[in-house]
């Protein structure tokens, strides 16, 4: 965080302290995220992500010598971190839990600013952010998914063969159709819905 030092009326503002190392990378990748998240991918410029950081555009370039390679970075240091599926005691709960933190970090600062990337780029700057993708979002909340489906099967109250890959793309698709197709911000009550009305008829065994 960058201290403010404030002048005396009439006097002009003294200089920011000067930042070097991760501290200043730091700054600029926190710039380039809030730069993705409220004018998006085409309205980001080098330029305006230094001017945010408070630096020179030269501290930029010499880090990162294209857009690409920056937003790279500041969705990778960005993006929340979804490891694990707390034990809720029921499939009903684990999955409304899950649904919750992801779609939290759909919303976060780096899921706008993922999903400002996704819709604006073209294709061939796309490329470039598919293996991030992969790694820190699609791959973790399959990830998520998977383990609670497991848990319920192992509990008895979801059927062995729920656990497959066409049933496990079932809510992220449903969340990134929604909120992507239809404007929809997924309040908890329309999570609730979809847990009870689509996923546990699903994934439930005969006997539940």
């Known amino acids: 965080m960058v201290t403010s030092r404030w002048a005396p009326a009439g006097q002009p503002p003294s200089a920011p302290l000067r930042r070097r190392g991760p501290v200043l990378e730091r700054a600029i990748l926190e710039a380039a995220l809030e730069q993705l998240s409220t004018v998006g991918w085409s309205g ?45 005691g029921g499939i009903r709960e684990d999955l409304y839990q899950v649904c919750r933190d992801v779609r939290d970090a759909m919303f976060s600062r780096s899921g706008l600013a993922l999903r400002a990337v996704l819709h604006e780029c073209d294709a061939t700057s796309a490329e470039r952010f598919q293996s991030l993708i ?46 992507k197709v239809c404007g929809s911000e997924w309040p908890d009550r329309d999570i609730a819905e979809m847990v009870d009305r689509v996923m546990v008829p699903l994934l439930r065994t005969g006997d539940g």
């Not at 990162?64 to 929340?80: F, Q």
């Not at 489906?149 to 449903?174: F, I, N, S, T, Y």
């Open 44 to 88: 980001l410029t080098m330029e305006g992500v230094a001017a945010a950081a408070q630096t020179g555009k030269a501290a930029v370039y010499r880090r990162w010598p294209s857009k690409e390679d920056l937003v790279v970075d500041a969705l990778r240091c960005g993006i929340p971190v979804l490891d694990e599926a707390a034990d809720h």
């Open 134 to 179: 992969v790694s820190r979002v699609i791959d973790p909340s399959t990830q998520l998914f998977r383990q609670v489906v497991k848990r319920g099967v192992a509990r008895g109250d979801v059927r062995e063969d729920a656990v497959c890959e066409l049933v496990l793309d079932v809510v992220p698709g449903l969340l990134m159709y929604r909120s």
